[in-house]
Each structure stands twice: as structure tokens, then as C-alpha cells.
């Protein structure tokens, strides 16, 4: 496997760690990203009309424990998710998310 670079910015310095993080996270959801995936490319739908499309990703991130605000923007597909997670936690209980 590659080893990923630091990404280096004025601002932050993300560590390797979280790299890993999110390759793990990512990994753990696989399966349900792929049919999220799936489910988007049956139902194309075009430029700012993306209801379907909206909706699914909210309720997904939803279901993750998100808080998602819809029709942000004056966008009726328009979404902002935000997540209680700090410090590593993410946000459903705990570190690993079992509680």
C-alpha cells in the first residue's frame, strides 16, 4: 500500500492518522456507499433539479448520525450535514460507534 503524504497547509496539518480514519471508515461503509451510488446513477437528474438525488444524501447522512439542515441557500436541493463528533469521536457514542 502507498503511503499517503501529509498534506500541509498554512492553516492545519492533517495527520496521517486521520488518513487512515477515513480509508477505515470508508471501507466499513463500502457496501452501502456503492448501492448510494448506484441508486444515484439510475435516477440522473439535471442541474438544481436534483430532488431525488438531495434526498437520498440527507437521509443517508442521517442515518449516520448527522444533522442535516435541507433547503439551505434558498436551494430546495440544497443540504448542509454537521456532526456533534469531536476528538476523534463520531458522534454516536463513542469512539468506535458502538456506544
Request: proline share 4%.
Amino acid at each position: 500500500m502507498s503511503r499517503t503524504p501529509e498534506v500541509r497547509t498554512e492553516e492545519a496539518r492533517v495527520p496521517e492518522s486521520v488518513y487512515a480514519r477515513v480509508g477505515e471508515e470508508v471501507a466499513a461503509r463500502a457496501d452501502r456507499l456503492w448501492d448510494v451510488s448506484l441508486a444515484l446513477h439510475r435516477e440522473p437528474e439535471t442541474a438544481y433539479e436534483e430532488h431525488g438525488a438531495s434526498r437520498l444524501l440527507a437521509d443517508e447522512l442521517e442515518r449516520e448520525g448527522f444533522r442535516v439542515e435541507r433547503g439551505v441557500a434558498g436551494l430546495p436541493t440544497a443540504f448542509v450535514a454537521r456532526s456533534d463528533a469531536e476528538d476523534g469521536k463520531d458522534g454516536k457514542g463513542g469512539e468506535d460507534g458502538k456506544g
